[in-house]
């Protein structure tokens, strides 16, 4: 998975990207440690009604 | 969230960039969220302190996807992507194929279509030659 900078909050992050199903399905799932600076971004295509 | 060990934060962003809702990510919680008009999702550590209204940014560097090869103009500004496979000829070398081309379309003789396959092959060869030269990215 690519991973990308991001900015939000006047807060840096390095995020995993989530494009595909499999990808999006799996998320941070059983991960139990999170760096403070780091986190998943899931990407759509379209803009869409989307369940977590 | 299922699965999930950690408490998160659930941060949903449209189409614009801008945070439409922050949730709490509970961990294990079989309980769903949603949410309309949504094309990014960003799951970071809970007490983010994101707020709806925040702006997504995309850090000039991460804009680059290293695999993709992108065409600079004379500043360094990315001007097209290319996804592999592509040849660039150069403006005079793109005329001289234009001419073999209009030619082969007009007469549609095998012999003019060879002429100007001729002409490709012969251009490709020399950029085969060509040692890379390389330049540095604005960013």
Known sequence: MDKINIG???????VKVAETDEEKEAGLQNITELPEDEGMLFVFNEPDEITF | ???TKIPL???FIN???DVISVHEGIPE???FITENNVTFVLEVNKNSGITKGDELEFSPDSQVDNSKMIVLD????PQMELDGGERIFSRANTKILIKFAKKAHSTQSDNDYKALGKRVF???QVQEQ???EYVKSKN
């Open chain 1, 8 to 14: 939000i909050a006047s807060k840096r992050y390095k």
């Open chain 2, 1 to 3: 969230m299922k699965d």
């Open chain 2, 9 to 11: 934060d659930i941060v």
């Open chain 2, 15 to 17: 189409e614009d960039l």
């Open chain 2, 29 to 31: 919680s079989e309980e």
């Open chain 2, 74 to 77: 004379p500043n360094g500004n």
């Open chain 2, 122 to 124: 012969k251009f490709l």
């Open chain 2, 130 to 132: 060509n040692e890379p």
